[in-house]
């Protein structure tokens, strides 16, 4: 697809602060929320390897208290039936991004109301703070329809670059080996999973839901790629 033809890279969600829409069974949502006053939400290694365990474990429709599960286990621990199916995710430092299709009538309310109690109480716990530690309710987009859909898979997943190259998607990427790199050593999403890394995390994600629109590694590289090295021009 040629340049002229993508979504804008940077303007797609400028402006989209609440929802005017409601969430229906069978869709797709891109999910993100912020820390409140922009404040990091993640600090340290555990704090990102705790939210990664609850996208896992907050994700169904009985309750699971993580002090009772097993050390070690997390990710094989039977969590029975679902609330949404997550295709994409991303942690960054003071926000998160998450892909959802919708299993059952108020599941992403649901999940995301249970992964940011949990977290929240964390957080706070562990820091000895009080008080909200997200920006209000969470942000939700509809992908509603397929070059949308598509195209979130590359932005959440390209979210990274920025720590290392804050501009890059109004500047064009300066270094982008360097950018490659980082990426692939980027554990905190699921990139490393789409390029065919063996790790616990993958049971996050249920793919099989999502439109096939990567037949193989070569291909999700490829549209990774081409995105990386497109420079926003509006």
């Not at 002090?67 to 991303?90: H, K, N, Q």
Request: aromatic letters at 16%; glycine letters at 6%; hydrophobic letters at 35%.
């Amino acid at each position: 697809m040629e340049v002229t033809h993508r979504l804008n890279l940077c303007g797609i969600f400028k402006g989209i602060m609440s929802r005017n829409f409601s969430l229906s069974i069978g869709e797709f949502y891109h999910l993100y929320n912020r820390g409140t006053d922009k404040r990091l939400v993640f600090l340290d290694e555990d704090d990102r390897q705790r939210f990664s365990k609850l996208l896992y474990l907050c994700n169904s429709q009985k309750s699971i208290v993580f002090r009772d599960i097993p050390i070690g286990s997390t990710y094989g621990y039977e969590r029975g039936e679902t609330l949404v199916d997550i295709g994409a995710y991303c942690l960054m430092p003071n926000h998160f991004h998450i892909l959802v299709h919708e299993k059952v009538e108020g599941g992403v309310s649901l999940f995301m109301q249970k992964l940011s109690t949990a977290y929240s109480m964390y957080f706070n716990t562990k820091y000895a703070r009080t008080g909200a530690l997200f920006e209000g309710r969470f942000k939700a987009t509809h992908a509603n329809s397929d070059e949308y859909l598509k195209y979130l898979f590359s932005y959440i997943h390209l979210n990274p670059v920025k720590i290392i190259d804050l501009k890059w998607k109004e500047n064009g990427i300066t270094d982008r080996k360097k950018a490659e790199q980082y990426l692939a050593s980027y554990p905190y999403s699921s990139y490393l999973d789409y390029m065919g890394q063996v790790r616990e995390e993958d049971a996050i994600l249920n793919k099989n839901v999502f439109p096939e629109y990567f037949k193989s590694i070569k291909e999700f590289s490829q549209t990774i790629n081409e995105w990386l090295t497109f420079k926003d021009r509006n």
